[in-house]
């Protein structure tokens, strides 16, 4: 085996780019470029962590560039395909024969079922893979039935693909030791979540009776009235919440008003007149005080921001509040939407729930903006009172 030259690699991702990017047929949505690149970068990854010579790694970056140009020809049957593709390429450059057997025996190992004959073909089978371990899995699937329908390869329906990707991660291992043990609980995770997922599809197309439609309490066939019921709810709410904050605007501005003029024209009083110093102090504690509350009522409070993969199958998270989820990426936000909206039982949960905390959000403001109301009425009362006391005994 002779040492392959970075050149020839770059060579390689050039030539393979060009034609995955130029030449692929239309409908292809999964078998992308961008997916040769991510099992090219996985395929890095897995050679660094098995302790991979440098001869090894090149020969594998080159069959993990080839291993899908086949699909610029044929559909099934492309690995073959792929690697002949390969050996006409690096035999142009020069490249040894045995190094050519190794990358085609690492394409043609891609075929499923997969049958790896040494380390390398062991390593592109599980960089090809290591999808089923990625929190996006259910996202990057969605593109392979996608491409599947498009290319009329095997079109199904979403919960005929579900059946039919519940099998491959079945029959699925990975071979190298790195993935067997970082991919292997996310892969498991992904299993889990897939098997609900059909689990429920096959729930919801159960027959029932009519008697169970209308008046089962476990029916998830809600009326337009229900829906028409949270709209409306939620807008009272929304309301409240405005008329709720304008009426705290008014006592934070009034009573600064208030406690500017108050030190400005009552203070310069204080050596001519020192027995309004204690009314003047009681008055601007007072509009202090409303003041503190009126703020207290209109302070927003959030939570952590975060979620994590077991409270969206627990049903735990408020994904309707964006205090739930400001510190996720977007992926997570948008598969755990997807997750709430494919489940009614969770969405209307979802919808009580944040109506529930809205709720005792808004009881929050009044409580406090009733203090402040309470404040501000008795402090002006006893502040007024006080005054004229002081002036009836000047």
Not at 109 to 114: K, L, M
Not at 263 to 273: G, P, V, W, Y
Not at 276 to 305: D, E, K, N, Q, Y
């Amino acid at each position: 085996m002779k040492k392959i030259h970075s050149s020839t690699i770059r060579e390689v991702k050039q030539h393979v780019s060009e034609l995955l990017t130029k030449e692929l047929p239309t409908g292809l949505v999964y078998h992308t470029i961008d997916h040769t690149k991510n099992v090219v970068l996985n395929a890095e990854k897995i050679a660094r962590k098995e302790s991979f010579s440098e001869d090894e790694l090149s020969i594998l970056i080159i069959a993990a560039w080839f291993h899908d140009v086949g699909y610029i020809s044929q559909y099934k049957g492309h690995e073959e395909i792929s690697a002949q593709m390969a050996k006409d390429f690096l035999n142009a450059k020069k490249i040894d024969q045995e190094s050519i057997h190794l990358i085609q025996d690492a394409i043609r190992a891609t075929e499923i079922p997969h049958k790896p004959a040494n380390k390398i073909g062991a390593a592109l089978c599980d960089a090809d893979f290591m999808h089923l371990a990625d929190r996006r899995y259910f996202e990057i699937s969605e593109l392979l039935r996608q491409e599947w329908k498009k290319t009329g390869v095997n079109p199904l329906k979403k919960q005929e693909f579900a059946e039919v990707s519940l099998d491959i991660f079945q029959k699925h291992t990975y071979h190298t030791s790195f993935c067997q043990e970082h991919c292997a609980v996310l892969k498991e995770k992904n299993l889990e979540l897939l098997k609900k997922i059909i689990l429920r599809r096959q729930e919801k197309k159960k027959p029932v009776s009519d008697q169970y439609t209308t008046k089962s309490k476990e029916s998830t066939g809600y009326s337009r009235g229900v829906d028409s019921m949270f709209r409306m709810t939620a807008r009272n709410q929304i309301n409240l919440s405005s008329i709720a904050d304008n009426k705290s605007n008014i006592l934070i501005s009034l009573n600064g008003i208030i406690i500017s003029l108050g030190i400005a024209f009552l203070i310069r009083k204080f050596e001519e007149t020192p027995e309004i110093i204690f009314p003047t102090i009681v008055f601007l504690v007072f509009s202090l005080t409303t003041i503190v509350l009126a703020i207290l009522s209109t302070r927003p409070h959030i939570s952590g921001g975060k979620f994590t993969k077991e409270d969206i199958e627990q049903m735990k998270v408020n994904l309707l509040f964006f205090g739930s989820f400001y510190n996720m990426e977007v992926e997570d936000y948008e598969w755990a939407i997807k997750e709430m909206i494919d489940n009614d039982k969770y969405l209307y949960s979802t919808m009580i729930k944040d109506q529930f905390y809205l709720g005792k959000v808004l009881a929050r403001k009044y409580k406090l903006l009733r203090a402040a109301y309470f404040v501000f009425m008795f402090g002006l009362i006893i502040s007024v009172g006080i005054f004229i006391l002081v002036f009836i005994h000047l």
